[in-house]
């Protein structure tokens, strides 16, 4: 079984529709989760981060975390033609082990 | 806003050439990392760095890769002997403890 896994898609979504985006983790250590965009040949950019379950919001994005079932989400709501990008989610366990673990990304494309 | 920025943007080397590649980490930052990315993979956590010696490494990080923090700004990725397999984006990142890792924009290195 894979430590983190994420459907890979690619996603093809209309402008102004919400959009979900998941992973599930196999490693009860993982106390951090972030979600990160990534453009073609660039790198990861930060959207948020969060510690130990819960949900966070800013903006149009939303992170939920269930750490019961091992389960996050990402949701995009209004979505945008320059939200197209790949997405990753990624998570660390606390303490001294700082070394993110990466899902394979989710390619999303929102048309207009 | 500042930000991690890495040089160069492409490097092409030939098979068994070393190679270094730089990094200049977000200043008040004091954990560095690098990570790679083959094309099509995850990306996947090569080491990280704090207080002048390596804290973790994974699996990938062999004799043939080191890390070095010349001086007070710049943080580099030496690979002493490249191989095919090492062609890759490699993406340096920066965080204060226990908070968000940020990413700079990559080298993409081309082994030939």
């Known amino acids: 079984q894979k430590e983190v896994e994420q459907d890979p898609g690619p996603l093809s979504v209309p402008e102004g529709a919400i959009v979900s985006l998941n992973c599930t983790y196999s490693?009860?250590?993982?106390?951090?989760f972030m979600w990160y965009r990534q453009y073609s040949r660039k790198g990861p950019e930060l959207l948020m981060y969060t510690y130990s379950s819960g949900n966070k919001e800013d903006g149009r994005f939303t992170a939920q975390v269930d750490k019961s079932s091992k389960y996050i989400s990402l949701f995009i709501r209004d979505s945008q033609p320059s939200d197209s990008a790949t997405y990753l989610c990624?998570?660390?366990?606390?303490?001294?082990?700082?070394?993110?673990?990466f899902g394979s990304g989710t390619q999303l494309t929102v048309l207009p | 806003e500042p930000e991690v920025t890495q040089t160069p943007s492409h490097q092409v080397t030939q098979m068994g050439q070393e190679v270094i590649l730089r990094c200049v980490p977000i200043s008040n930052h004091l954990y560095f990392y690098w990570y790679r990315q083959i094309l099509g993979q995850k990306v996947e956590f090569l080491v990280s760095f704090y207080n002048n010696e390596i804290s973790e490494k994974s699996e990938i990080f062999d004799d043939q890769f080191s890390v070095e923090r010349p001086d007070g700004s710049n943080f580099t990725l030496k690979i002493r002997s490249t191989k095919l397999e090492d062609s890759a984006m490699y993406f340096c990142a920066s965080s204060v403890p226990d908070n968000e890792q940020f990413f700079g924009p990559g080298t993409r290195l081309t082994v030939l």
């Open positions: 990624a998570m660390r366990s606390s303490g001294s082990a700082r070394q993110l673990t």
């Open positions: 490693n009860s250590a993982f106390q951090y």
